[in-house]
């Protein structure tokens, strides 16, 4: 059996570059010098550095001979751990959503990863571009399922959602797909600590159009957001900022659909498919 491909954590690759830069730094060269002796492009240097390209054995040997670093670089490489379950962005803020005893969330474009199921959260994954590999798609279903368990725990939080209508209007993945996952929040929508709420197309004031986000409580009561953005995140603990993401929350609920009227527009989403 052909041996899996081992994808490299982002972290760490972030850590052999920094390596790079000062062995070569302290050798007396430039990206430029480096490149020319290794017969490299100096972009290749560059992005080794940055984290954005892994180091590749037979280069690192290489560069070890040139920087006279004595294996320093192929011994790390060598040792990189496996691929991070997450995004090295969102790392932290995973954690306190793991810990988290209220969670409110809105989003505008997707159901939110805690109450994907897993075939929605393969079509999201699918769709990214540029595009991830299936043993990556498949790894980063699986960590997502492993986030829900929060939800599933003795003591879960206290969790709110509110999704803008087309989130459940649209079809991601197939018809087959979609209707699983409006049964999974419609049943969602009836548990108890659970407030599921949709914003409809139709109204004319939206409290959030600069995007989604994240609010959460810790055990210690302090109070974060979570932002994502296409090329990365932001976790905020300013209390300034905090308190006009709730108040944009606390507005939404207010324009949103009721509980009791977004489980009626999803018995009616589910009969008429």
């Known amino acids: 059996m052909p041996q899996k491909k081992r994808q490299k954590n982002a972290s760490a690759m972030k850590m052999v570059g920094q390596l790079l830069a000062n062995y070569r730094r302290v050798a007396g060269f430039t990206q430029c010098g480096l490149a020319k002796q290794a017969c490299v492009d100096e972009e290749t240097i560059a992005s080794i550095e940055q984290g954005r390209r892994p180091l590749k054995s037979d280069l690192a040997e290489l560069l070890d001979e040139i920087l006279g670093t004595k294996n320093s670089l192929a011994i790390a490489v060598a040792n990189l751990p496996e691929m991070d379950k997450y995004p090295l962005w969102a790392e932290e803020f995973i954690d306190r959503e793991r810990e988290a005893i209220v969670i409110c969330s809105f989003e505008s474009m997707l159901v939110p990863g805690l109450l994907q199921t897993e075939d929605y959260a393969h079509y999201v994954l699918k769709n990214r571009v540029p595009r991830f590999t299936d043993d990556e798609i498949a790894e980063k279903v699986a960590a997502r399922l492993e986030r829900q368990s929060i939800l599933h725990r003795k003591r879960r939080p206290s969790t709110s959602f509110v999704l803008n209508e087309g989130v459940v209007c ?49 055990p210690d009561h302090e109070q974060l957001a979570y932002m994502e953005t296409q090329l990365g995140s932001q976790l905020v603990s300013d209390a300034g900022d905090i308190s ?23 018995d009616r989403l589910l009969g008429e498919s």
Do not use: N
């Open 244 to 266: 006009r993401l709730a108040q944009k929350y606390a507005m939404l609920r207010t324009q949103a659909y009721t509980q009791e009227e977004t489980k009626a527009l999803l």
């Open 170 to 218: 649209g079809r991601l993945g197939g018809d087959q797909v979609w209707r699983a996952q409006m049964q999974h929040l419609r049943e969602w929508a009836d548990v108890l600590d659970c407030s599921l709420q949709i914003m409809p197309f139709t109204r004319r004031m939206h409290a959030a159009l600069d995007g989604p986000f994240v609010l959460l409580e810790t």
